[in-house]
């Protein structure tokens, strides 16, 4: 039929029907699609502990496994009636952020089995909508695709309101806590928090992480925590560690003082965030905080809260040693280390303390409950900084600096530079005094000797020795200290 004689609406059922078939074909696309799920991780213990004090097992090699290539479990697809995917947060708190990565700010925390409607996706994030319309970033490690209690889930999709789990209501919980426990001045509560504002931007942070990505290395990539027997997972911050890690971190800023380099801090927080990026704890914003302090020593809290001091930089010949270090204590957080005990403690303190709006109808009982978990709460936290003072078992040495060059060599780093930071403290250390309360006890020239053969065991088994080690970058950030 010649087109001039179809008429309009010959034409219009014809669009309608191509229009139709277009949306069925979708629809059918959309249906097979897979929501990612992962399983919740058990108790693990807390991380607390120093880098001069860690050791590994000497001469016993471990087998490191690469990293097999991982897709996305298939599972049944959630879907609303308007056909919209629907994901349930897994956690007792879950961050959802302003963009995809864990240095963009917190728009949210949400509880256990929050129901999310999924509105893009990305490289392990998913950008979600809450039931009250505010929208975020939430990683895949909080998600499941179905809720663990659907009462609850059904609830808080009726009644959520944000209310105290906005980024100023949660922000607000962990600094009164904070404040309280850290038995100082409002301004070193105030610097944990306003050090942990990462203030670099995305295209900050990706040309930071070129140079390493051109290094080369065949380890980038390739491992993982698990991989090496040592984590069966990703690290799940719990909203009572992260009140215990503040209120220890402004104790400490307290008695040592922060290094007045915020440039220098966002030097090493860069570091800090490209090997957690890499790791199967990319959700989790560690801070790193630069203690005036020339001793050598280095040491991280529960929540993710890592301290160096300025002589340990000092210290450091290149980037990939200070990386070393970090990913140590990144180690020591993400394993739990020294505070099994605790950990079980901390476990049993309630999240939904931080969400009690949605138990309005049990008031008076909450209340005098909320009461008996706050004392439990300080009563782990004085505890933990005890501990956190003090001498650390060598076993926790042993699995910290494993996992320093497994972090450090999977972000792209050379993994041999465990070797040689260990070497160079070992020696400074031999020929200084022992350091007073705050700091660690120095292990004497055996026990470094164990460490450096242990970890060059490891190191054997699995891993090259390429990797980026950036001694004009480092020299040149770090030139005001030297």
């Not at 697809?77 to 963009?104: C, D, L």
């Not at 990683?139 to 809720?147: G, Q």
């Not at 040491?299 to 980037?319: H, M, N, R, S, W």
């Amino acid at each position: 039929m010649p087109l001039n004689s179809i008429n309009n609406n010959t034409i219009m059922k014809r669009l309608f029907i191509v229009f139709l078939f277009n949306a069925l074909l979708f629809e059918h696309a959309v249906a097979s699609d897979k929501i990612y799920s992962s399983s919740s991780q058990g108790n693990q213990h807390l991380a607390l502990i120093h880098f001069s004090q860690h050791s590994l097992q000497p001469n016993k090699k471990t087998e490191v496994k690469p990293k097999e290539n991982v897709t996305k479990p298939s599972s049944k697809q959630k879907k609303s009636s308007w056909g919209n995917e629907i994901v349930y947060t897994k956690r007792s708190n879950n961050a959802v952020r302003s963009g995809a990565g864990a240095f963009f700010p917190v728009v949210a925390t949400v509880p256990e089995n929050m129901p999310l409607k999924v509105m893009d996706r990305g490289e392990k994030w998913l950008k979600v909508q809450l039931p009250d319309k505010k929208e975020g970033w939430i990683a895949e490690n909080c998600l499941v695709d179905r809720p663990t209690d659907a009462n609850a889930s059904k609830r808080l999709a009726s009644s959520w309101s944000g209310g105290k789990a906005s980024r100023a209501g949660v922000a607000a919980a962990v600094k009164g806590f904070a404040g309280k426990f850290g038995k100082t001045n409002s301004g070193n509560v105030n610097a944990v928090f306003e050090y942990a504002q990462k203030g670099f931007t995305l295209s900050e942070y990706t040309s930071f992480n070129s140079p390493i990505s051109r290094a080369g290395s065949t380890n980038r990539g390739k491992f993982t925590l698990g991989s090496a027997g040592l984590s069966s997972g990703a690290y799940d911050v719990r909203f009572a560690e992260q009140q215990i890690g503040a209120g220890i971190a402004a104790r400490i800023i307290a008695t040592k003082g922060l290094y007045n380099d915020r440039a220098l801090h966002q030097y090493l927080n860069l570091i800090c965030t490209s090997i957690a990026m890499n790791s199967e704890s990319y959700d989790v914003d560690f801070t790193v905080y630069i203690l005036n302090d020339n001793l050598i020593n280095a040491f991280a809290l529960p929540g993710g809260y890592i301290f160096v001091t300025t002589g340990l930089i000092k210290a450091c010949q290149d980037e990939a040693e200070l990386a070393t270090v970090i990913a140590h204590e990144m180690g020591h957080v993400i394993l739990r280390h020294g505070l099994q005990e605790l950990s079980k403690r901390i476990a049993k303190i309630r999240a939904e303390i931080l969400f009690d709006e949605l138990d309005a109808e049990f008031e008076d009982e909450r209340d005098e409950e909320e009461k008996e978990m706050e004392a439990e709460l300080d009563n782990i936290a004085e505890e933990a900084y005890e501990r956190c003072i003090g001498r650390r078992l060598m076993q926790y040495e042993f699995e910290a600096d494993k996992a320093g060059a497994v972090l450090s060599a999977n972000a792209g780093y050379d993994p041999t530079a465990i070797v040689r930071m260990l070497r160079t403290v070992s020696g400074i250390q031999a020929s200084q005094p022992k350091p007073e309360s705050l700091d660690s006890e120095y292990f004497n020239t055996n026990e470094y000797k164990l460490r450096i053969s242990g970890v060059e065991s490891f190191i054997s088994v699995g891993y090259n020795s390429s990797g980026a080690t950036l001694r004009d970058r480092f020299n040149s950030r770090t030139s005001k200290l030297r």
